[in-house]
């Protein structure tokens, strides 16, 4: 399965944007899909991840409640909505597939597909 990562760009501070990943077939539902993001000079780190079957959703601390992550199955596609940005979100998100169970859904390497990133950047 290839991924496609799109619907970064520039925002002010307080504004929101809609990444966008696509995928080249059908997502299989037991895997999880993933949202990472790496600002310059800093490590990768988890955003927000669609568990198993989108039964529940994960977010990281410095996300949650603002960002907002969907699947929609029927066009392979899934959604990270981010509300509220930062000039600390400014980053480049990446997206990403596999067989990733629940406790290990903010570990990077448990995702086996991983899609091109795309560059946000919120200015403040």
């Known amino acids: 399965v290839q991924l496609q990562a799109s619907g970064g760009g520039l925002v002010q501070a307080g504004g929101s944007l809609r990444l966008s990943c696509a995928a080249s077939?059908?997502?299989?539902?037991?895997?999880?899909v993933g949202w990472f993001r790496q600002a310059p000079g800093k490590e990768r780190e988890f955003v927000a991840a669609?568990?198993?079957?989108?039964?529940?959703?994960y977010y990281a601390d410095s996300v949650k409640g603002r960002f907002t992550i969907s699947r929609d199955n029927a066009k392979n596609t899934v959604y990270l909505q981010m509300n509220s940005l930062k000039p600390e979100d400014t980053a480049v998100y990446s997206c990403?597939?596999?067989?990733?169970?629940?406790?290990?859904?903010?570990?990077?390497?448990?995702?086996?597909?991983w899609g091109q990133g795309t560059l946000v950047t919120v200015s403040s």
């Open positions: 077939e059908r997502i299989s539902s037991s895997y999880t």
């Open positions: 669609s568990g198993r079957n989108g039964a529940r959703t």
């Open positions: 990403a597939i596999g067989p990733v169970i629940h406790s290990m859904i903010a570990v990077a390497t448990g995702y086996h597909n």
